[in-house]
């Protein structure tokens, strides 16, 4: 009959579709559907306070950022907005602060930018900050993320960059093991003591090799 109330209540009260929950109590789910409706523009998800996080709850200003409807996302992590330039070591770091939060009580929150990416793989800076809530009736804890775009061009940039400079730190250390090896393959090849390999073998090894460092090195100027 609570739940019954409830969903009565969200659907004379225009809201009927500004939240989406899975996985907790009613009294709770009261809790979560007020603090959505007191922060209708800003992205709210909530999720469950242990690996692998599920979602737990999400309103429609999360799905309007991230470009999923409420169906595709509840009861899975929210990695689902990681890809290519998410910084990971970043987000281990944060996921790592919760459970800091955890300890010291509903009155802390963490709070990261990352790179995420929408449905559609549109990279973006998200904004997240997390703080931990308690279903009183049952014990379990959650976590409740207000998120948002950083538009703040400074920080956007220097998200974006941190990521872009891994990327770069590990195409030098490509290049430079692949330059290493050639090295020692052409001496191997062309020393005087490698007289077990033919001339035709040399010369195969050396275009090979020539052709794959033409590929490798504008890569790498490029980085």
């Known amino acids: 009959l609570r739940l019954l109330a409830l969903l009565l209540h969200q659907l004379t009260s225009g809201h009927a579709t500004?939240?989406?929950?899975?996985?907790?109590?009613?009294?709770?789910r009261g809790e979560i559907a007020r603090r959505f409706r007191s922060k209708p523009a800003t992205a709210c998800i909530v999720t469950e306070a242990e690996?692998?996080?599920?979602?737990?709850?999400?309103?429609?200003?999360?799905?309007?950022?991230c470009g999923y409807d409420a169906c595709e996302v509840l009861g899975k992590s929210p990695k689902i907005l990681q890809g290519q330039k998410t910084n990971y070591d970043?987000?281990?770091?944060?996921?790592?602060?919760?459970?800091?939060?955890?300890?010291?009580?509903?009155?802390?929150?963490?709070?990261?930018?990352?790179?995420n990416y929408t449905k559609?793989?549109?990279?973006?800076?998200?904004?997240?900050?997390?703080?931990?809530?308690?279903?009183?009736?049952?014990?379990?804890?959650?976590?409740?993320?207000?998120?948002?775009e950083e538009l703040n061009l400074a920080i956007r940039d220097a998200v974006m960059s941190d990521v872009d400079q891994n990327e770069n730190l590990w195409e030098s250390t490509l290049l430079f093991f692949f330059c290493a090896l050639l090295l020692l393959t052409t001496f191997y090849v062309?020393?005087?003591?490698?007289?077990?390999?033919?001339?035709?073998?040399?010369?195969?090894?050396?275009?090979?090799?020539?052709?794959h460092a033409s590929l490798l090195l504008p890569r790498a100027r490029l980085a």
């Open 190 to 211: 062309f020393s005087d003591d490698a007289s077990t390999v033919d001339d035709m073998d040399r010369r195969s090894w050396h275009e090979q090799l020539r052709t």
């Open 120 to 148: 559609s793989g549109a990279p973006f800076a998200h904004r997240l900050r997390t703080e931990a809530v308690t279903d009183k009736l049952s014990g379990k804890k959650y976590f409740i993320t207000e998120s948002e």
């Open 51 to 65: 690996p692998p996080f599920a979602i737990c709850a999400v309103n429609s200003a999360w799905t309007h950022l």
């Open 18 to 28: 500004a939240m989406t929950v899975w996985g907790f109590n009613v009294d709770l």
């Open 90 to 115: 970043k987000a281990a770091e944060f996921t790592r602060s919760l459970s800091t939060q955890l300890a010291e009580g509903p009155s802390s929150s963490a709070t990261v930018v990352l790179v």
